[in-house]
């Protein structure tokens, strides 16, 4: 917070602010001018509150918030990007983290054709939704836990780490019983009640952008997690509601440049959501490498066609196979820039 005290105020007005301000738990950080003096305060504390008890004061002409609404996430609380350590998997460290599978967990065959395909081709992670949220209440509604339970045969045929939504807080228990990372769908990014509960879940957090959620609002809802305990959270782009119809959603790519600039925090894109049509997906992946995510989780499917939920975006499992290797050469470029960085950081 700044506060600029009225032209000549004397002394004792100066140190009753300075002793209020401390009150609430910020240092000072003040410069005298010659005719004004202007009082800085940082830290962590009730900054709502504190403004307005600063605001009653008569010898305060103005006290203004400077730094973002949310706190533990921001790059002016943590300079150095998080590492979240998932078993042998780190999230926001020296490697790019592909998270594939399909949309739904539909049968053991599927899950397991696609976790023994996409762990062969370089993914470190499989996805795979058994609570899906669906816009029809007539559509698939997944395998709850059924999904799961195959989720984790998978897991112990691959040694992938799962990444599964969960869509309740009455939930969080057996998704995170079941899940390496809980994944918060884009329809629940404000569903204050899952992520208060999701700080207390010993999982990291997949949280994805809501669609038409501004950048700050996710910072916001990331805090919340932080704020109840749980300082892993990976953040994820997949596409913002716009006038453009081409494409599914609108791919904000500059999200993640954005997001780098104002948090530590791990960011992935989602191609598949953003594209809605897996054509572009590739192009997209290479985008999100290019642009310095932390990875990506992409939709892959060993029969598009027969997916019960978003088959025309997802990659059958060879089209996987052919992006993951045309994909090397830019990983390869994208592994010297981080290892720059840590080194730059270091
Ligand atoms: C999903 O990952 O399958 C999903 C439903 O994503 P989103 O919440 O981004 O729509
Ligand atoms: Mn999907």
């Known amino acids: 917070m700044i506060i600029s005290m009225r032209p000549h105020a004397t002394r004792e007005e100066i140190d009753h602010v300075c002793e209020r301000i401390r009150d609430f738990g910020y240092k000072i950080h003040s410069i005298e001018g010659e005719e004004r003096v202007v009082i800085g305060a940082v ?49 926001g460290g020296g490697e790019f983290v592909v998270m594939a599978g399909p949309c739904s967990v539909e049968s053991e065959k599927q899950i397991m054709e696609t976790a023994e395909y996409v762990a062969a ?31 984790r045969r998978a897991k112990e045929r691959t040694g992938l780490d799962i990444v599964t939504e969960v869509m309740s807080d009455r ?15 884009a329809r629940n990014m404000q569903n204050f009640a899952l992520l208060k509960s999701l700080g207390g879940c010993g999982r990291t957090v997949l949280l994805k952008r809501g669609m038409s959620s501004t950048i700050k609002e996710l910072l916001m809802s990331a805090e919340y ?21 081409a494409t599914r959603n609108t791919c904000d790519i500059a999200a993640i440049p954005v997001l780098n600039e104002l948090t530590h925090l791990p960011v992935v894109l989602d191609p598949s959501h953003a594209a809605g049509r897996r054509g572009i997906v590739p192009a997209l ?20 066609e027969k997916a019960v939920s978003d088959g025309a975006q997802s990659l059958p ?11 090397k050469p830019y990983i390869q470029l994208w592994k010297e820039a981080r290892l720059a960085e840590i080194g730059a950081a270091v």
């Open 43 to 91: 830290g962590l504390g009730d900054v709502t509150a504190c403004l307005e008890s600063l605001e009653a004061i008569p010898a305060v002409e103005q006290a203004v918030r400077i730094s973002a609404p949310y706190k533990f996430v921001s790059r002016e609380f943590k300079k150095e990007h998080t590492v979240i350590r998932i078993n042998g998997t780190e999230v």
């Open 121 to 151: 081709h370089g993914a470190r992670v499989l996805r795979g939704g058994a609570f899906k949220p669906r816009t029809s209440p007539y559509d698939f509604q997944g395998l709850e836990l059924e999904g799961l339970k195959l989720l």
């Open 171 to 185: 939930d969080v228990d057996m998704v995170a019983e079941y899940a390496d990372i809980v994944q918060v769908g």
């Open 225 to 245: 997690i932080t704020a109840h305990g749980n300082p892993n959270v990976i953040l994820c782009e997949r596409g913002i509601r716009t006038f453009e119809t």
């Open 285 to 304: 992946m290479r985008a999100a490498v290019a642009v310095g995510a932390d990875g990506v989780i992409v939709e892959v499917h060993p029969c598009p």
């Open 317 to 327: 499992l060879e089209a996987f196979g052919r992006v993951m290797s045309s994909l």
